[in-house]
């Protein structure tokens, strides 16, 4: 994984979540909740997702700058669009537009879209992006930059490539689908995305951070170890998981309110592996 001497995000920052269509109050608590997990001070059952952030701050030690603190993330806004205000297909550049609607001042703004919005690319190559946009706001004369994260809900459109491992695989080896851990295989699958975003914005948020391969579709921090997600992985299994007694669901992190969720492994600069939380 190597750096390429831009900035990373770093310090006390909210995510904002921009919900675009329709979403029930229980489907924005799973994702609510997991953005609370991510802070530590959260109490919670280990191995947690607070635990499963703080690899990012491996990243951070590696950078020859002693003023640099870690990313320590907390829920900020939530804004909801549900009357699709940009129709139900939407560009890349009308995301950008969503993501504007958060505070553009030191905060990681989150759009995501309901199982019936198209976004361009989605399913076809992508399950969610991450970027930076100039935002409206001012800082000593110029536009600051925000960083952004879209993620859609994959339920329906394409839950094989972008809710996996709880749904079968479009391609690959056929492994029957896991339980899905908070009861719903779209929005479980939209954490994971989520997860996997975060941890490329806190570590490559605007292109020229830490990622390995081609600047135009580089593999960052959990990027670079897809459908690993605990010891034993291999294509088309998603490693030995931790199975909840009662409902059967697969999980690899606690996370704030008794919830539980599925993280992606995350390369740990320090063994050069993907490292997991079980």
Excluded at 70 to 87: M, P, R, T, V
Excluded at 158 to 186: E, K, M, R, T
């Amino acid at each position: 994984m190597q750096y390429h001497n831009g900035p990373l995000l770093s310090g006390k920052m909210p995510v904002n979540l921009i919900w675009y269509g329709k979403f029930t109050p229980s489907q924005r608590a799973i994702v609510s909740d997991f953005v609370t997990s991510l802070s530590s001070s959260s109490p919670q059952t280990q191995p947690s997702v607070g635990t499963w952030w703080k690899t990012t701050e491996k990243y951070y030690g590696l950078v020859k700058s002693k003023k640099l603190s870690s990313l320590s993330l907390a829920l900020g806004n939530q804004i909801l669009d549900e009357n699709y205000s940009l129709g139900k297909s939407l560009t890349q550049k009308q995301i950008v537009r969503l993501a504007s609607k958060g505070d553009q001042m030191n905060a990681i703004n989150v759009v995501l879209t309901s199982a019936d919005v198209t976004v361009d690319g989605f399913c076809m190559s992508r399950c969610g992006t991450h970027g930076s946009s100039k935002g409206n706001v001012q800082a000593k004369g110029k536009n600051y930059k925000f960083a952004y994260i879209w993620v859609g809900n994959s339920e329906t459109q394409c839950p094989g490539q972008c809710a996996w491992p709880f749904h079968q695989p479009i391609y690959g080896p056929q492994s029957p689908p896991l339980v899905a851990p908070n009861q719903d295989v779209g929005m479980d699958g939209m954490v994971i995305n989520l997860a996997t975003l975060l941890a490329g914005t806190a570590t490559n948020p605007f292109g020229n951070g830490y990622y390995q391969g081609p600047v135009d579709a580089p593999l960052e921090a959990a990027s670079a170890c897809p459908g690993f997600y605990a010891k034993g992985a291999f294509p088309g299994y998603a490693g030995n998981l931790l199975v909840d007694s009662t409902t059967g669901a697969s999980y690899n992190a606690h996370g704030a309110n008794g919830r539980k969720y599925l993280v992606p492994a995350l390369f740990d600069p320090a063994t050069s592996s993907c490292s997991t939380l079980v």
